[in-house]
């Protein structure tokens, strides 16, 4: 049995190439060759597995909108097969039925080698039908792909999702560990419950933020190609009197950030550790990198905070840790936490002191949100030294 947990290093190319693909195309929605550029992108990595690629359905569309709600989308839908859970998708829309789309990828697949699994049939819901390759790692590829009735803006639509699991080959793991599942995780702990704030001294010599924000400076970045509209505040808040709220909107999406900072020639190397506090919230978020799939690009979130400094060596450095909730193929869950939509949440990062170039003067503290849209609130951030 494949294990759909344990992906290998092709599948991090294949997702990336997704973000990519999708970030590339929403900005270009109405070029007209949202497949094309999609799958140009995809045949190469598989080519590389010897399987090939395979065709987007003639005349369906990428459908961006749709692939950033995946989540809200699968609810919609009858219960997917169990190997696909973790799976990411490719959304497109078509104005052919349902069953146009299974005879053709039934004709297609089986000319192009793949090996027909199953179907599983939802009635007048759909199907989602599952195929297989050996690639040259000697393993086999599953490919399935949902064709079914779709409403969407009041009208119905034939909604096909392709997805894909490549299993890892296991002569890259060491057998003294294949059966463990591998995972990083994120620097920091989380808490969704207001945990007891470490013991030590606060840091940063500004008010709370309940009591105002006039002590920051404030970053409004716009967006390079539409500027969009960025807005800070200082809103009422039930659980914490006041809260510094981020919001961004764009429309065509590009990508902005709101935030919060102050530069401080702040000593600590008299501290044996030192931490960062933060609480806050998230309402929504949109961007064509949260989490930080695609490392080449800027991260985006939300909420992030970024400490720069100096350390003992005098050399500039600095940290950053952010935030998100939505589904996201391969997150960078170093410094990236999952968080609830909507939901206060708490956050003690580890110990700055423990690092490899370990702060002697932080130089600037800063929090803010960077993507297309978003909104959220900061209740409280510092540093703490022990």
């Keep these: 049995m494949i294990n759909t947990k344990k992906i290998i290093t092709l599948v991090i190319l294949i997702i990336l190439s997704i973000f990519i693909v999708l970030s590339s195309t929403s900005c270009n929605i109405n070029s007209g060759n949202n497949a094309q550029k999609e799958s140009k992108e995809v045949i190469s990595l598989f080519d590389s597995l010897d399987v090939g690629d395979v065709p987007a359905f003639p005349g369906s569309r990428l459908d961006v909108d749709l692939y950033r709600n995946l989540d809200s989308v699968l609810g919609e839908l009858p219960e997917l097969p169990e190997l696909f859970s973790d799976s990411g998708f490719f959304t497109y829309v078509t104005k052919s039925s349902p069953e146009d789309v299974r005879a053709y990828y039934t004709e297609q697949m089986k000319s192009l080698g793949w090996e027909f699994v199953g179907t599983h049939d939802y009635g007048d819901q759909?199907?989602?039908?599952?195929?297989?390759?050996?690639?040259?790692?000697?393993?086999?590829?599953?490919?399935?792909?949902?064709?079914?009735?779709?409403?969407?803006n009041d009208k119905t639509v034939t909604l096909i999702l392709n997805g894909f699991i490549i299993p890892e080959n296991e002569t890259d793991m060491d057998d003294s560990s294949s059966n463990q599942e591998e995972e990083i995780k994120p620097e920091g702990t989380i808490y969704f419950e207001n945990p007891t704030p470490p013991a030590g001294q606060g840091l940063l010599l500004t008010k709370s933020i309940s009591m105002g924000i006039e002590e920051w400076k404030t970053w409004l970045q716009e967006g390079s190609r539409e500027k969009g509209k960025n807005e800070i505040s200082l809103i009422d808040d039930s659980q914490f009197y006041k809260v510094v709220k981020f919001q961004r909107s764009s429309d065509p999406d590009d990508g902005g950030a709101v935030g919060i900072y102050q530069e401080t020639n702040t000593s600590v190397s008299q501290f044996k550790s030192l931490y960062v506090w933060l609480v806050g919230k998230i309402d929504n978020e949109n961007g064509g990198n949260i989490a930080n799939t695609s490392p080449e690009w800027f991260p985006e979130g939300a909420i992030q905070v970024k400490i720069k400094y100096l350390d003992t060596a005098g050399n500039e450095q600095q940290w950053f840790h952010g935030f998100y909730y939505s589904r996201i193929n391969n997150p960078d869950s170093l410094h990236f936490n999952k968080i609830n939509k909507g939901d206060y949440f708490w956050y003690i990062s580890p110990d700055l002191m423990t690092f490899e170039h370990k702060p002697s003067v932080i130089k600037e503290v800063r929090v803010y949100g960077f993507g297309w849209d978003f909104s959220s609130s900061l209740a409280e951030i510092n540093l703490i030294g022990q």
Excluded at 126 to 152: E, H, M, R, V
């Design 126 to 152: 759909g199907s989602f039908t599952t195929w297989q390759k050996l690639a040259n790692t000697g393993k086999y590829i599953t490919y399935g792909i949902f064709a079914g009735n779709y409403l969407k």
